[in-house]
């Protein structure tokens, strides 16, 4: 039977440009928006390409060969990135995640990571400088990305069994080889590592214990995340997604588990530890258990838009500013004014309403954005 093809809304072309505003103030580190929530966290996405087809993310019938990539030409360059990346560091960023697409394909990733980890936060600390990727590339790259001055990975792994991964990753990539990777950073230490499986039901879920007894007692964080309705492109439906409560129950059932403490506040993951032996898991509960109100993210996209939610109907042109012969201050000021107008909290108005979308129904794919 021939491939449904799935259109996907170009999302790209939505974009405003910042407004300067007319009093330029000086960057304090305590930056807070609409609802007080400070910007703390900035995933900067590297790339919109990837060697995978994740079905949940750039499933093949929509990311096929006549698929349209960002132009590299309009990437931003690392020095870009970089000079980005210092301004919200200066209105407070503690943490950077590299993101994509595959981060580990954008050439010369290293020499990015060289620069960003010469930053300091707003008080004088080094940046927590970590990175997400499916882990093909990790266990060539694992020395130089560490010898550059990468903190940490977290490892996307979705099943243990061979037939299953290749189903999801939809590019007949084989288990083996990211846990050989998996290791290899390890070695290096780029720990602590976590894993992130994102749960499909009826397609991986029956993976859930045998994935949490791999990982007990071992230095690795396992963590399930709840499908999400992120982009058009993957038909998400409700009925698909497991909640986290049951990811508990069933790993209970095996191998009991009580909750712990969050290791800081604006954590997305609830955390539970095992009661005999070792070890703890992660469970990110993006549908069932919103977490908007402490949400201190923003997204920078491969070409320069700051995406300020992951459901954003679009992002605010911060190239366009560099381009246009901004200063610093003024993206600064820009930024500031930006942020403190934020009153994005997209998943808590879904589990209010039990809608699908947002008000125009355009949503980014996480691809382009980041996860
Ligand atoms: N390619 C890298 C990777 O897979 O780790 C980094 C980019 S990927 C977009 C970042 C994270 O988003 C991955 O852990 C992935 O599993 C997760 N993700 C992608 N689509 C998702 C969806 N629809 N629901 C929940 N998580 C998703
Ligand atoms: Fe690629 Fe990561 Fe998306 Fe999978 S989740 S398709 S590896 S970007
Ligand atoms: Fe943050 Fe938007 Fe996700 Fe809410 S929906 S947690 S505001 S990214």
Redesign the pocket.
Known sequence: MPKKTIPIIDFRQYRSIPNIPSVIEEPNGLLGDAFGRPLQDLRISLTDR?????V???PIEAFGKDHKFMPRASMLTFEEITRIAKIFVDHGVQKIRLT???PLLRKHVENLIEMLSRLKTYDGKDLDLTLTT?GSLLGKKAQSLKDAGLNRVTV?LDALDDATFKRM?GVDYSVSDVLRSLDIAHSVGLGPIKVNMVVKGGMNDQEIVPMARYFKDTPFILRFIEYMDVGTSNQWEMGEVIPSAEVVRRISTHMPLEEIEPNCSGETAERWRYKQGGGEIGVISSITKTFCHECVRARLSTEGKLYTCLFAESGHDLRALLHGGKTDQEISAALAHLWRQRADRYSELRSANTKKTNSTGKKIE??YIG?
């Open positions: 990837c060697n995978f087809r994740c949940y993310c750039m994509g697409g595959e499916n996307s990753n996480m691809s996860g």
